[in-house]
C-alpha cells in the first residue's frame, strides 16, 4: 500500500480519496513531527512568558480582549469545543466527515499551529479505524473557519458526541472504552487549531469535484450517443473551427466528440440530407462542456491549493512569532464552489435540451416520445418533466452564497465568505445533474435503437452495449423505477469511463498529460 506523509508530501484530490477509502496509509514522518514538536515547543513558551497571545491566553472571538489565566488553559479549551459545537441540521455524508479529519491532520502536520503529536495520533485512529465523528450539516459561516462542523468533529477526542463505527451510530465515549481509550486533556491553543479552518467546505469541494469529474468524462459519450442517435452533423466538431476560438476545454471536448462519432455508419447515412445545421444542444456541446471543463480545472487548482495550505489562527512561525491573521477565511474556495455549481448546471441544463429533441418527433426514424406506438402508450414523456424539475431546482442553487455576509461575533467577524453554504449547494446541484445525465443515457439508448441495422461508431456501441446490458429496450409503458436506479448507478460508479480505458485513447494528439493532469483528478 502506498503512503502519505501528512505535513509534508503534496495533497490531491485522487489522494485524498484514496486515504479516505483506505487506498493510501497516511503518517506522520519524521520532518512533520520535527515540525510539530518545534510549533508546540512556541506554544509553550508563551505560557511561560505570561505573553499575552489570542487564543492561547485569552478567550475567543469577541472575547478576544478577555484575559485568561494559565493554569485555566485546558479547561478554555475544553469549553471551546462544547460551546462551538452549536451546529444544526441532519449529518453529513460519512466521506465529507472522513476527509474533514483527513484536511485537519495534514494541515496540522505542517507544523504551524500548537498541536501536540498525542492528539494528532489520536484523530489518526479515528482515520485508521474508521471511527467517524457524527457532524450536523449547518452552522458554519465560512470565516474564522468551519467552527461549528469542526467543533463536532472533534467532540469524541474528550469523549462527547457521537462517532459511526460498523455502519451504526454510538456514543463516542462508548467506543472509546471499547477500545480501551481515554478521552484527552486538550492543552492550550489545540481546540483553536482544531476548530479554526476551511475543512468542512474544503472537503464538499473534494467530494464534489470528484463526482463532477466522473460526470464530465461521461457527458461527452452520452452526448456523442445522442447526436448519433439523431443523426446530428459531425462538422460542428471538427478541429479547424475550434483552432481559430483556442478555448483548451472546448478544443479537448470537441476532439472528444469527432473521434466518438467518426467512423459511424449511422453518421455516414445522412451526410447528403439536406439538414442545414442543428439546434445548439447538439452542435455546442464542445462550447458548454468545455468551458465546464475549465471550470472544473480552475476550482480544483484552487480546492488543492487550500488542502495544503495552514488554514487556523492563530498562525505559529518558525521565528517564534504568533501572528493573528485571516488564513480561515473561505473566500478563497468560497467563490470557486458557486462557479462549479453554475458548470454543473448548465451541463445538466444542455443535457435536459437534448432530450427534448429526441422526443419530439423530427428526426427521421426516431418516434416521439421514443416509442412507435404512442396515445396509449405515453413512451418516455415523465422523464423530461423529471429533468426539467432537476434542471429548475439547481438553477435555483446556483444563487452565488458566497456573495452574502452576515456580521457574527458582536462585529469583530464583520465579513464572512459562507463558503460551507456554497459547498453544501455545490454538491447538490451535482448530485442533480447525475440524475439528469443518467436519463439522458437512458433516452439516447432508446433513441439509437432504431437507427439498427445500421452501425455505431465502435465508442458508441460499445456504450450502448454496457447500457443494454443493464437495462432492456422499451417497446411499452411499464415502470421505470428500475430502469432510472440502474442507469444513475453506471453514472455514478463512473461505468461508461470504462469504454474509454477499453478501447485506448480517443485521440492520438491528446497527451496523457493533457488527460490526467488537465482534466483528471490525479
Not at 487564543?55 to 475567543?60: A, E, S, V
Request: charged share 20%.
Amino acid at each position: 500500500m502506498e503512503v502519505f506523509h501528512y505535513g509534508s508530501d503534496r495533497m490531491s484530490i485522487g489522494i485524498a480519496m484514496d486515504l479516505c477509502a483506505g487506498k493510501r496509509k497516511g503518517i506522520l514522518g519524521r520532518r512533520a513531527l520535527e515540525r510539530i514538536h518545534g510549533s508546540r515547543q512556541r506554544v509553550e513558551k508563551v505560557i511561560a512568558d505570561n505573553a499575552v497571545v489570542y487564543g492561547i491566553t485569552t478567550g475567543f472571538g469577541a472575547l478576544y480582549s478577555t484575559l485568561i489565566d494559565p493554569a485555566d488553559a485546558t479547561f478554555l479549551q475544553h469549553n471551546l469545543l462544547k460551546s462551538h459545537a452549536a451546529g444544526i441540521g441532519d449529518p453529513v455524508e460519512k466521506v465529507i466527515a472522513k476527509l474533514m479529519m483527513i484536511l485537519k491532520v495534514h494541515a496540522l502536520a505542517q507544523g504551524f499551529s500548537g498541536i501536540c503529536e498525542s492528539t494528532l495520533r489520536r484523530i489518526l485512529w479515528h482515520i485508521d479505524e474508521d471511527v467517524i465523528p457524527v457532524v450536523p450539516c449547518q452552522g458554519s459561516v465560512g470565516a474564522s473557519g468551519d467552527l461549528a462542523p469542526l467543533a463536532h468533529l472533534f467532540l469524541p477526542l474528550l469523549g462527547l458526541g457521537e462517532v459511526l463505527h460498523k455502519g451504526t451510530v454510538y456514543p463516542a465515549a462508548a467506543v472509546l472504552r471499547a477500545h480501551g481509550l481515554e478521552p484527552l486533556e486538550l492543552q492550550a491553543k489545540e481546540g483553536l487549531a482544531l476548530i479554526n479552518g476551511t475543512q468542512f467546505m474544503a472537503a464538499y469541494g473534494i467530494w464534489a469535484l470528484y463526482r463532477f469529474q466522473t460526470c464530465l468524462d461521461q457527458s461527452d459519450l452520452i452526448a456523442a450517443t445522442m447526436v448519433e442517435a439523431l443523426q446530428g452533423s459531425l462538422k460542428p466538431f471538427t478541429r479547424g473551427i475550434h483552432d481559430i476560438r483556442p478555448h483548451t476545454g472546448v478544443q479537448y471536448v470537441a476532439r472528444r466528440m469527432y473521434a466518438f462519432l467518426n467512423n459511424s455508419e449511422i453518421m455516414q447515412s445522412h451526410i447528403d440530407c439536406d439538414r442545414i445545421q442543428d439546434p445548439y444542444s447538439l452542435r455546442c456541446i464542445p462550447q458548454v462542456h468545455g468551458t465546464s471543463r475549465e471550470a472544473y480545472k480552475h476550482v480544483r487548482e484552487a480546492i488543492e491549493t487550500e488542502i495544503n495550505s495552514v488554514t487556523d489562527n492563530p498562525i505559529i512561525l518558525e521565528t517564534g512569532e504568533i501572528i493573528s491573521g485571516g488564513n480561515f477565511h473561505g473566500q478563497t474556495i468560497a467563490l470557486p464552489l458557486d462557479y462549479l455549481a453554475m458548470a454543473a448546471a448548465e451541463m445538466g441544463n444542455i443535457s435536459d435540451r437534448r432530450i427534448y429533441l429526441a422526443f419530439d418527433g423530427k428526426y427521421e426514424g426516431v418516434p416521439t416520445l421514443l416509442m412507435k406506438e404512442t396515445g396509449l402508450n405515453s413512451g418516455f414523456m415523465i422523464i423530461q418533466y423529471t429533468t426539467a424539475s432537476l434542471v429548475t431546482e439547481n438553477k435555483a442553487m446556483c444563487f452565488p452564497a458566497s456573495v452574502d455576509s452576515i456580521p457574527t461575533s458582536r462585529g469583530q467577524e464583520d465579513h464572512v465568505s459562507m463558503g460551507s453554504v456554497s459547498g453544501r449547494k455545490c454538491l447538490q446541484v451535482i448530485k442533480n445533474f447525475e440524475r439528469i445525465l443518467a436519463l439522458e443515457m437512458l433516452c439516447a439508448a432508446q433513441a439509437l435503437d432504431f437507427r439498427r441495422p445500421l452501425q455505431s461508431s465502435p465508442w458508441i456501441a460499445a456504450v450502448h452495449e454496457l447500457i443494454r446490458a443493464h437495462i432492456a429496450h422499451r417497446e411499452k409503458d411499464d415502470l421505470f423505477e428500475a430502469d432510472i436506479t440502474s442507469a444513475v448507478s453506471i453514472i455514478q460508479k463512473g461505468a461508461l469511463t470504462g469504454v474509454v480505458r477499453k478501447l485506448g485513447s480517443h485521440d492520438p494528439e491528446v497527451s496523457k498529460h493533457e488527460q490526467h493532469e488537465v482534466f483528471g483528478i490525479y
